[in-house]
């Protein structure tokens, strides 16, 4: 089953040309790319004029292979906890990403706790936003996608490290990459005060500390549940070092700084 864009023309230009000039601009300026393989990348998925500079620029210092695992918030509440979509092509101006259905049959079928479903994909736009620049950087990509609802905490750490073992005995190099916008409607210094605080625990490998203090705290990370199972699985597989490659809040875009929404670039490798 493919899936056609709901966000086109919206979040991000409609036409191609368009699109790809948009994604060349927000990755202007972004430096060298890492020579370290990356595990896990973690970038925003707002509108581009308000986030795109930040998802360009940390893509594009990424060493990201082929095949990516994308993990999402699920905003709409529809479908599984782990809502895997199993197969045909991610479709996008210009041409889409395909599945990598081997991957994904894998994840549903082997690993608890996630299952094969397309309701939960239908309405969410959270992976979408990012498949563009994916492509852009790497028109080889294969993508297996993922939309996390599931709140448990120990479920989560659990499907991390399910999904760790999977791509540790797999025959390719596959990454995780995680979408997630930070705090939410806020002045914009309150919105950089708990950002850092939930980067902190990000910036640490910390799955655990990073779920209790976004909710002890109240933070609306959007995508902490995707960011949390990313976490477990990359500790899992013994990432040893992360780093904040972009920041940035919807007030550099608009000049509004009474009511913000933060973003947040991070490699771990």
Partial sequence: MDRTPIVAGQFYPGQSNDLERMIVACATGAGEADMAPALLTMVPHAGYVYSGQVCGRTLAQANLPDLLVLLG???TGRGAPLAVWPDGVWELPGGG?????????????MVPGFSADTAAHLGEHSLEVVLPFLRHFNNATRIV????????????IQAGKGLAKTLAAWPERAAIV??????HYLPEDKAKERDALALENVLAIDPVGLYDTVIGHGISMCGVLPMTLGLAAVEELGA??????A???SGDATGDHTSVVGYAGVIIT
Avoid: C, E, F, G
């Fill in 145 to 156: 996608p993922v939309a996390v609802a599931a709140r448990d905490k120990d479920a989560l």
């Fill in 240 to 245: 040893t070092s992360a780093r904040i490659a």
């Fill in 97 to 109: 990403l395909p599945v990598d259905t081997p991957l994904a049959a894998h994840l549903a079928q």
């Fill in 247 to 249: 920041y940035a809040t």
């Fill in 73 to 75: 918030p699920s905003h």
């Fill in 178 to 183: 995680v979408s997630s916008d930070m705090s």
